[in-house]
């Protein structure tokens, strides 16, 4: 007897305060189901309309076990493709899809994509501070975890809080998250500085620009970062100026890592085969899904490219669990960003104590312990969701503010 598709649900939790899609897909064979993430957290509605009163009737009565025949129809279902609604919704059926066919074979996904090549995932993590005090101790605190790898950040990505604009802006400058950009690069490099002084060589440091400079000083930024000997500099190249790629690698040997806002496969093809990065970090679902990052995972393989999958907390458990089942099954895996279950300073976490809601939501999410994240070994992705606890958690839907970041003459610049 065939296993077909019986429904196709959407659910939004918010268990530490960011909006996480997650679909469920169900089959006729009782008790096999299985879930994925759809998370797009500033457009949670409008993916799980898509999932509900789209994709659900295309899916119902479809063979359960054809994940590539499924992704593809529903890749070109509304004949324009791509784009992180459309990425979004696909990712969390087919991450579903491949939780059941991990269910069917008895087996947790590493299993079926080649095996282990790594008992365990090394992470990095993001430390910050208000002054370098702070984060060198954040630092030190992340490496008594057993943390070898450390995103270092001073003040975020360069810009404040959003807020009023500042003094030296023009008479009617909006509101917004104001960027000094060309302060962000002389305080930066001094907070490079200082941390290799303390801390000392034995770690590797990451950096992430966030495409907050103009190219040209991000290609000088590289070239004065690379007395520090960091493991990357993400996004230092704005994704709509990807042809700067091509220069930053001629002009410095810092390794690129660039990737967490691609969703379509043109915006990496040409990167990977002229080796312009060095990791490729795109986040799961919003390239559609399990099925597409193998794909790009191996891909990437041919041309010594690494991956360091995007692992922010707006993505859920299930794709966390993805991240790592790839992650442990890749021989050109680099570094995987552990950040979405611990989000710092999360009112969640004050309370609570860390991890706690998340748990009681997402059991079975994979363990980090002493710098090393591991899934277990039940069948599929190994995560449970609790629809009970989910529900006592709403998302809210306003309008995000942190996006609005702008110059000091009150334009636009990309978040
Ligand atoms: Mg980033």
Not at 61 to 75: F, K, M, P, Y
Request: glycine share 10%; aromatic share 10%; net charge negative.
């Amino acid at each position: 007897m065939s296993i077909t598709i019986t429904n196709v649900r959407a659910i939004l939790t918010a268990p530490e305060g960011i909006n996480l899609v997650v679909v469920r897909v169900d089959t006729n064979q009782p008790g096999l189901f299985g879930y994925g993430c759809a998370t797009f957290a500033y457009r949670a509605l409008t993916v799980r309309s898509l999932v509900e009163d789209y994709l659900r009737q295309l899916l119902i009565g479809r063979d359960a076990e054809a994940i590539e025949e499924i992704w593809q129809l529903v890749h070109q279902n509304a004949y324009w493709r791509n784009g992180p609604i459309e990425n979004n919704a696909l990712s969390g059926i087919d991450m579903a899809l491949w939780d059941i066919k991990g269910k069917l074979a008895n087996m947790p996904l590493y299993q079926l994509f080649g095996g282990k090549v790594r008992a365990g995932v090394p992470v990095y993590r993001h430390a910050d501070g208000r002054d370098i005090e702070e984060l060198c101790s954040n630092i030190e605190r992340y490496r008594s975890q057993g943390i070898t790898h450390i995103r270092c950040q001073s003040g975020g990505y360069g810009g404040g809080g959003f807020g009023l604009a500042p003094a030296g802006s023009p008479d009617g400058a909006a509101s917004g998250v104001y960027l000094d950009p060309r302060g962000y690069m002389r305080a930066t490099e001094a907070m490079f500085d200082t941390i290799r002084s303390r801390i000392g060589e034995d770690i590797e440091l990451i950096h992430d620009v966030h495409e907050r400079l103009q190219p040209i000083d991000a290609i000088r930024f590289a070239q004065a970062l690379e007395k520090f000997n960091l493991f990357f500099l993400e996004d230092a190249i704005p994704l709509e100026q990807g042809d700067w790629l091509r220069e930053l690698r001629a002009k410095s040997s810092i390794p690129i890592a660039q990737g967490e806002l691609f969703n379509h496969p043109l915006e990496w093809r040409n990167l990977i085969t002229e080796r312009l990065i060095d990791f490729i970090r795109v986040h799961l679902s919003q390239v559609g899904g399990i099925t597409p990052s193998r794909k790009l995972q191996i891909f990437a393989e041919q041309f010594g490219v690494r991956t360091a999958w995007h692992g922010p907390g707006d993505m859920s458990p299930f794709a966390h669990a993805a991240n790592i089942h790839i992650d442990l099954a890749a021989r050109n895996f680099g570094v995987q960003e552990w950040s979405g279950t611990e989000p710092p300073n999360s009112v969640i976490q004050e309370l609570r104590g860390p991890r706690d809601a998340l748990l009681d939501v997402f059991p079975g999410l994979p363990e980090f312990r002493q710098g090393y994240v591991y899934p277990n070994d039940k069948p599929g992705l190994g995560v449970d969701f609790n629809e009970a606890e989910a529900a006592k958690y709403p998302c809210e839907h306003g309008v995000t503010t942190w996006t609005q970041t702008r110059l000091r003459d009150g334009s636009l610049h990309t978040p």
